[in-house]
């Protein structure tokens, strides 16, 4: 006779956990009302989402992690826990890189999760209007493609903007090729996608559809939703816009690397104390010289500062004038990081920090 619980026991147990997960979940949701409740008694402009007390928990819940689950799924699962017990406390609006179906979108969600209010906007300034405006009270923007490298449009618009990066977002990139509902396959003679995912996935299409006009259109999911009224065509684009628009794949992860990952930037209006694992991003500009890069990085090196991305681009200012942006390990209130920037000061440097966050989690 076996020893082994019956279905009916399992599934009996199983109810009676969900019964005390639910009863849980609410219990904490009750204490995240009750921290609103004190934050609002004591500030009259409380700051209710913390970057760096996120990610200290997030980093917690996957070091104590001791499966079956996965540690990075169970790190999600309590990222939506943390996002609907935040809209309780108070209901979030972020602005990112529209159109719906977009790769920023989608690192939105990854990082804020569900429980947000994510609004659409259709250029990247214009999502730092609306976080400088108030409008919102963050905002998502792509920085950096491992295979394309940055985007220089979000790193111009800090040269006069005084928002704060507040935290960063990396996501796999994967592309896959869709069609419509009319679409007849025999007949494409057409792909949309962005120009950014068509040079992405360049060999993919060489070697299997290269005879296809290629045609750049604003986003990816732009692309998607041209397949609802034509039938010569396909798109390429990530997994939300095919569920938004209910298309087909017709193949999955063409992407010509397999670890394309692009990096994203949360950006807001406040300052992020330090998380214990945190990145810190600069703009320094300095009288044009021989030696002027080689100067601006001696201090890095000396303090034993790992830099992670540097990146130069004009100024604006002058002809042959240029501004570097550097991410470098570390919070601006450590205090090696703290003497770096000093030391830079006072070499007659310009300095702008641009933010403390803590690195990406999930």
């Not at 592309?175 to 679409?183: Q, R």
Request: glycine residues 6%; aromatic residues 6%.
């Amino acid at each position: 006779m076996s020893d082994k619980p019956s279905l009916d026991t399992l599934r009996e147990r199983i109810d009676s956990l969900d019964q005390r997960l639910q009863n849980l979940l609410n219990e904490r949701a009750d204490l995240a009302h009750q921290v609103a409740e004190v934050k609002r008694a004591e500030d009259p402009a409380p700051v209710f989402y913390r970057p760096e007390r996120e990610a200290q928990v997030l980093h917690r819940i996957k070091e104590r992690n001791t499966g079956p689950i996965d540690a990075e799924d169970m790190a999600r699962l309590f990222r939506e826990v943390m996002s609907v017990c935040l809209a309780l406390e108070q209901p979030m609006r972020v602005a990112f890189l529209g159109p719906e179906g977009t790769f920023t979108q989608q690192a939105a969600i990854k990082h804020f999760g569900h429980s947000v209010e994510s609004v659409p906007l259709g250029a990247i300034d214009e999502v730092f209007r609306e976080v400088e405006a108030g409008a919102v009270h963050f905002g998502v923007v792509p920085v950096e493609n491992s295979t394309e490298g940055m985007v220089n449009h979000t790193l111009d618009s800090f040269m006069n903007s005084d928002l704060r990066i507040c935290g960063e977002v990396e996501l796999r990139i994967h592309h896959h090729l869709l069609s419509g509902p009319h679409t007849r396959r025999d007949k494409v003679t057409r792909i949309y996608s962005h120009q950014q995912t068509l040079a992405q996935c360049r060999q993919w299409l060489d070697a299997h559809m290269p005879a296809v006009e290629r045609i750049a259109v604003s986003s990816n999911a732009e692309a998607a939703r041209r397949l609802r009224d034509e039938w010569n065509a396909m798109a390429i684009a990530g997994d939300m816009a095919c569920e938004l628009y209910e298309l087909e794949k017709v193949q999955v992860n063409i992407e010509d690397r397999p670890d394309n990952t692009t990096r994203f930037l949360i950006i807001g209006r406040q300052d992020t104390p330090p998380s214990g694992r945190d990145k810190t991003s600069l703009l320094v500009s300095g009288k044009n010289r021989p030696g002027l890069l080689s100067d601006l990085l001696r201090p890095f090196r000396d303090s034993g500062i790992n830099l992670t991305r540097l990146e130069s681009r004009p100024s604006r200012i002058a002809n042959w004038s240029y501004v570097f942006f550097i991410d470098c390990e570390g919070h601006k209130e450590d205090a090696a990081l703290t003497k770096v920037l000093e030391d830079l000061d006072s070499d007659g440097n310009t300095i702008k920090v641009l933010g403390s966050y803590p690195k990406a989690v999930l």
